[in-house]
């Protein structure tokens, strides 16, 4: 059985029985057959449809939050923005689409040769419980303008919100089955992979699912598109205004009660000022409030699953051991629930979890470097290359960091990274391969088809 429990209080809130293998082949075939239509359809039907999905988004933003918040603990503003994010991918490829697949002429010794964008079929999508709407859209979005069907394999926690999705993408008006939901735990993803019918699949999560994901996809030469782990680290050179770096770095580790993979994990802050920078942050951290997740006032939540709450404070207590120092938080709360308070370690150094691991939770690491090449030195150290930040007033100094010296997939400078519909997203090195959103993002499931006259 499929548990959604509330991790505010512990209670399950839905119970969902997993399809059976020949049902899910079944579903699959009825996808594939959909495809066989979808894809004929003109640019401007999928626009319009689009369109429509992102106003159904907007009228039931509410309801979705309010989902969210019982199935894995997101505040309810931030569901709603969540949603509205949604909605955004969605109009963004309404307006883009069309030109992006538009076909390319290409001079060659033929009379008339060009590249077209095709779809290739059913794509598989297996997603996490973080942001459980947002990490759909900004795969459904595209896949369906190039023409393409979907599945989901949605994280086992947030099967209500699986079926939530499929739900909007009916009411919508799309055809039928060109997505559905599939209710299955995680063991049963690697037969949907080997179905000869879906033909690419992504995947966001954590590094060790993505490996063996790709594993599997790779033994059948399908694509993939792999967005996994991060541990950010966002540079505080001495000329940064501090008061705004504290407060974007404490927003962007807090985010979804510090459960993201684009959210900041590693502060690296020169000598000169951290002492300062410290005192803001810590702060700044103290002053969020931590509560039920449903009142409008909360910052942070609980954690999605206490399971999940425990390993991150062990990760904490080895890091103490090891010798950080815990500034706030650090604790575990009493009662039946997940949650977990903003915590915020110093004199963070190498071979501590605090340094070398993902912190999937609202804990942040502060480490000091002795200048900008040691700061950039210590960012770049590591098996993670998702996003990174650089806060420095003098923009040019800030834009060469952030382009040319940090090895992430993105890389802001006096802002909180963020995925944006209109820039692609994705990472390096163990954070994965491919990418989402933008003009890059709809071309990953698409034939790139040249075509050639004589």
């Known amino acids: 059985m499929l548990l959604s429990i509330n991790p505010s209080n512990a209670k399950i809130v839905a119970k969902h029985k997993p ?27 999928r626009s319009e449809l689009l369109l429509s999905m992102a106003k159904k988004l907007v009228d039931s933003k509410n309801k979705l939050a309010e989902l969210m ?3 894995m603990g997101k505040p309810i503003k931030q569901g709603i923005a969540e949603i509205e994010k949604c909605a955004a991918v969605c109009e963004y490829y309404y307006q883009n689409a ?12 033929g009379s008339k040769s060009y590249v077209s964008f095709q779809p290739i079929g059913v794509v598989l999508a297996v ?10 859209f900004r795969f459904l979005a595209p896949a369906l303008a190039a023409g393409n069907c979907g599945l989901l394999k949605h994280a086992s926690n947030v099967m209500g919100c699986a079926l939530a999705i499929e739900d909007i993408v009916k009411q919508a008006g799309f055809p039928d089955n060109v997505f559905r939901a599939l209710l299955l735990d995680s063991a049963s993803v690697n037969d949907v992979i080997a179905n000869p019918l879906v033909k690419a699949l992504t995947l966001t999560g954590s590094t060790n699912a993505g490996k063996k994901v790709a594993e599997k996809a ?18 505080v050179l001495e000329d940064a205004d501090l008061e705004h770096a504290a407060e974007t770095c404490v927003n962007s580790r807090l985010i979804n009660a510090g459960q993201s993979c684009i959210a900041a994990k590693r502060f690296v802050v020169v000598e000169r000022i951290e002492k300062e920078f410290t005192r803001l942050f810590v702060e700044k951290m103290k002053a969020k409030v931590m509560g039920d997740p449903m009142v409008e006032g909360t910052d942070v939540g609980p954690m999605a699953r206490a399971d999940l709450r425990d390993e991150l404070h062990e990760q904490v207590d080895h890091s103490v051991t090891k010798g950080a120092k815990c500034l706030l938080g650090g604790y575990v709360p009493e009662g039946k629930n997940a949650f977990y308070p903003p915590t915020v370690l110093t004199n963070v150094k190498k071979g501590m979890p605090a340094y070398d691991e ?3 939770g609202p804990v942040a690491a502060i480490i ?10 210590i960012a770049n150290d590591s098996v993670f290359g998702l996003g990174g930040a650089v806060f420095t007033q003098d923009k040019e100094r800030g834009e060469l960091i952030a382009a040319t010296q940090m090895e992430a997939g993105s890389c802001f400078v006096n802002g909180l990274v963020k995925s944006d519909p209109r820039l692609p997203f994705g990472g390096i090195k163990e954070s994965g391969y491919g990418r989402e959103l933008g003009m890059f993002g709809i071309h990953e499931f698409v034939n790139i088809k040249s075509v050639w006259i004589a």
């Open 218 to 235: 790779g033994s059948l030469l399908k694509k993939t598109v792999l967005e996994l782990g991060g541990s950010d680290a966002y540079i």
């Open 98 to 109: 069309a030109g992006f697949l538009q076909e390319q002429d290409i001079k060659t010794d």
């Open 127 to 136: 997603m996490p419980w973080n942001f459980p709407f947002w990490q759909v």
């Open 368 to 377: 000091s470097a002795k200048d900008e090449a040691d700061a950039i030195r």
């Open 19 to 45: 399809y059976t293998k020949l049902y899910t082949q079944s579903i699959v075939q009825q996808v594939d057959t959909a495809w066989s239509k979808w894809r004929l359809t003109s640019h401007q039907e």
């Open 358 to 360: 993902e912190l999937f």
């Open 69 to 71: 918040g019982t199935e």
